[in-house]
């Protein structure tokens, strides 16, 4: 026993550098950083990780580095938390075509996201169970791809029966979120009645689930937040909001995602889409994805579309109606709508962010948007802000958002939980 105890120590040291050496400290130094509060940013900051999580956050003369911590300079750079979409969806498009869900195009798509810098992604409405095991709750430590949260299907329904029954599916496939479309898709379908969306609403919060309503119609609006809704998962887009519904919405302090590129989507394909030849594009969608929505056809079916050039006309009214709600102080979440065909995944997040700032927000209003207030109003556990405690998902940049929201674009490393994304 004598001669074994010099081995036993040996091995027992071996461990115990092995454990160390796993758990060692990352510090990025030398940044300006944005922690996602809206809250003054931080000069010479530094970013202290452990295991994927912040460890602390600040100016470098106030933070204390632990011995053996690996640095990583990034000086003349800017660090933003990770870009949460709170209106998304996955699992369904490959290129511009849906109807392709499986997990292996889950893992992809969100794949793609992060590449872009979207860290987080609320997937509202379409999931199946094989997206289940991929959720956030489920999957701590996601990887290559963006972290995710899902509403299961979206529940329909004639009488409040047929509809329940689609929450008591959602219920026991495993969603984190709820999702209803009160909306006649512009008199071309029935709208959901009153009597069966204020069932889901009911049977939903028993159940302990935020609900997130489609709509368009201010009067719609008005109604579902009276019935409960959690969430307004797109804009006001018919008239302009008024006080009435301002007060409504503070009197239930219940946040609004405008989804601007969805109205986009409708009708930028009549002509020549400005992007197709964007670098920034194309590094994920080539030529060959997207020659389709060049064809001349395709253009003009698109710009003869009464539906298509009505959209195009109500993009004002949804642009006037989210400067005049952040104006109030709502709280405004970020979304795009996209993961539905020719709704590209990633690169429209960045048109979102460009819109937002065509309607008169700020540049730290719309990163606030996009990382603090989802992470906030639809608890998003850990995440949203760089904070002690929450997951190390941030972006460095090479350019300042803050002189201009493009500049988001300029991304030089994404990471999630501590982990660089290959790009």
């Known amino acids: 026993m004598t001669r074994l105890l010099p081995l036993i120590l040996v091995l027992v040291f071996s461990c115990e550098e092995k454990k160390s050496s796993t758990s060692s400290y990352v510090a990025f130094t030398g940044a300006v950083i944005i922690d996602g509060s809206g809250k003054t940013p931080i000069q010479n900051g530094t970013l202290l990780l452990k295991d994927g999580r912040v460890m602390a956050v600040g100016n470098h003369n106030d933070i204390d580095i632990p011995e053996n911590t690996q640095i990583q300079d990034v000086s003349g750079k800017t660090i933003i938390p990770g870009i949460i979409n709170a209106h998304g969806h996955v699992g369904d498009v490959k290129g511009i075509e849906g109807g392709h869900f499986s997990k292996e195009n889950t893992i992809d798509n969100l794949s793609i996201y992060a590449r872009y810098g979207v860290t987080t992604v609320v997937s509202l409405g379409g999931e199946r169970s094989e997206a289940e095991p991929l959720r956030a709750v489920n999957d701590t430590t996601a990887g290559q791809r963006a972290r995710l949260f899902i509403a299961g299907e979206v529940i329909e329904g004639e009488t409040p029966a047929e509809a329940l029954a689609v929450v008591e599916r959602n219920h026991k496939m495993g969603v984190d979120f709820m999702k209803i479309r009160v909306d006649d898709n ?3 379908i029935q709208k959901m009645p009153e009597d069966v969306y204020q069932a889901i609403i009911d049977r939903s919060h028993e159940l302990g689930y935020k609900i997130s309503t489609h709509m ?3 009067e719609d609006a008005r109604k579902l937040l009276e019935a409960g809704s959690d969430m307004l998962a797109h804009s006001v887009r018919d008239e302009p909001v008024d006080n009435e519904f301002i ?3 503070k009197e239930k302090n219940i946040s609004y995602c405008p989804t601007l590129t969805r109205e986009l989507s409708t ?3 009549g002509e020549e889409g400005d992007f197709f030849n964007d670098p920034f594009f194309s590094r994920e969608y080539d030529s060959a994805t997207v020659q389709p929505l060049r064809d001349p056809d395709y253009k003009l079916k698109v710009r003869n579309n009464l539906s298509a050039q009505t959209y195009k006309k109500q993009l004002p009214v949804a642009m006037a109606n989210l400067k005049t709600l952040a ?3 709502i709280p405004i979440i970020f979304g795009t709508d996209s993961g539905i065909p020719t709704r590209f995944m990633g690169y429209f997040e960045h048109l979102e962010m460009e819109l ?11 990163i606030v948007s996009a990382t603090k207030i989802p992470a906030e109003y639809l608890n998003l556990k850990d995440l949203g802000t760089l904070s002690r405690g929450h997951w190390a998902d941030f ?3 090479d350019a300042d958002p803050l002189v201009d929201i493009k500049n988001v674009r300029n991304i030089h490393k994404v990471y999630i939980g501590g982990e660089e994304i290959d790009r």
Request: glycine share 10%; charged share 5%; aromatic share 14%.
């Open 267 to 269: 009708f930028v394909y």
């Open 247 to 249: 007060a409504l919405l």
């Open 216 to 218: 368009y119609y201010l």
């Open 186 to 188: 512009l008199g071309t």
């Open 395 to 397: 972006i460095i940049l």
């Open 327 to 329: 104006d109030a102080g």
């Open 356 to 366: 937002m700032a065509d309607s008169g927000l700020t540049p730290m209003q719309i």
